[in-house]
């Protein structure tokens, strides 16, 4: 492809999205629609051949919607599930639309949220109104610093940023256990690997406490509204936002026109990383009260599958992380309500991902839910 050509097709595909049409409704909405109705369909026909009666089938997906939204209860386990996935999904989002696939959330959740607790315990005489903000600050800086490394590495030496993140991956759990066998980090009194608790001060406030202190929903869904709000923004009314989406639809249009390739490749992933690295504090600081050995339970993974079905879209990413949470917080209703194994929500899930990853199989299964062909693939 010639650089001319390289040019056409990336102002081609920045005046589509800036004037999205049917085919980018289809692409954006209908796609993830039927995307999940095809995987609640499959997740039934699983249930009947291990044996499931109709009946409990029926019951299951009732649990479900109950467990996610049918109480004020719900609601919160849905929320509070939802938060880091929409966060950590927002800066993998970026990178994707930079061109970047970095599969690094895991770790960079973990480092951040190690570092807002660190942060917590050590400084625990400040007053909320600096703690707070400080601790979160913090475990965005850690996020971004973890992360830039494999930006570094992409833009100094060319190391794919796959085979990196994957390695910061395994560095991160193995940092994470000796940090927190560390006495000035490990819990007084304690021999496992439990770090101290943040102070009050510290911690994102309950919203719904008043009501029912059992009610875990934080001020961390503030934090993720204003992310999506600030990602928006800084993707599509940005210079630096044009910058990665101009770098993701063509490389070589992008350093044609004069784009610092190698800058934006750092830039990018340290963002990346300073969401991942909220999402890790949010958990912290907003539900766990301290760190422990793999306290991230793999959110940095389900970002990954959250910023595929939000089409690496800041409002498809808000919808997808709640998408998510519900299914996680519904999940556990099934369990209890319908003696359903909660293994069933990661295949639906993982069904979801494969129907969004192949647009043209959804078409042929709702054709008439298309007026045209879906363009397929994750952005």
């Not at 961390?220 to 910058?243: D, N, S």
């Not at 808000?318 to 909660?342: C, P």
């Not at 899930?349 to 042929?364: D, K």
């Amino acid at each position: 492809m010639s650089v001319n050509e390289a040019l056409d097709t990336a102002r081609d595909k920045l005046l589509e999205r800036a004037a999205p049409g049917r085919v980018q409704f289809e692409d954006l909405v209908i796609v993830p629609l039927f995307a999940v109705v095809a995987a609640l369909m499959i997740g039934a026909l699983v249930m009947l051949a291990t044996g499931v009666d109709l009946a409990t089938i029926g019951r299951s997906y009732v649990a479900l919607v109950v467990g996610s939204v049918g109480s004020v209860a719900a609601l919160s386990e849905t929320l509070v599930a939802a938060v880091p996935l929409v966060l950590a999904a927002l800066g993998l989002a970026i990178g994707f639309r930079t061109g970047l696939f970095n599969i690094g959330a895991e770790g960079q959740i973990l480092m951040g949220g190690l570092a807002a607790v660190i942060f917590g315990f050590t400084f625990a005489n400040l007053p909320f109104v600096l703690l707070m903000p400080l601790s979160l600050l913090a475990g965005a800086v850690t996020g971004a610093f973890y992360a830039g490394i494999a930006g570094w590495l992409r833009a100094a030496t060319g190391a794919h940023e796959v085979i990196s993140t994957i390695m910061l991956n395994l560095i991160s759990y193995r940092l994470l256990d000796y940090m927190l066998s560390l006495d000035w980090v490990q819990r007084e009194g304690r021999a496992d690997p439990v770090s101290r608790s943040v102070p009050d001060a510290a911690e994102l406030p309950k919203l719904l406490e008043w009501l029912d202190p059992n009610l875990r929903v934080h001020a961390g869904v503030f934090l993720m509204l204003l992310a999506v709000a600030l990602v928006y923004w800084l993707m599509f009314r940005t210079k630096l936002g044009f910058e990665f989406r101009a770098s993701g639809a063509s490389p070589d249009a992008a350093r044609y026109a004069g784009i610092r390739a190698s800058l934006i490749i750092v830039v990018a992933m340290a963002t990346a990383g300073a969401l991942a690295g909220l999402a890790g504090a949010n958990q912290t600081l907003g539900v766990l009260g301290r760190a422990t050995p793999g306290f991230s339970a793999g959110i940095g993974f389900d970002a990954i599958a959250v910023a595929l079905m939000g089409r690496s879209h800041p409002v498809g990413v808000l919808f997808a992380g709640l998408l998510f949470g519900g299914l996680e917080a519904g999940g556990r209703q099934m369990q209890v309500d319908a003696g359903v194994s909660i293994d069933l929500i990661g295949i639906i899930q993982a069904l979801i991902i494969v129907f969004i990853a192949a647009p043209l199989l959804v078409c042929a299964i709702f054709p008439w839910g298309f007026r045209s062909d879906p363009k397929g693939g994750a952005q």
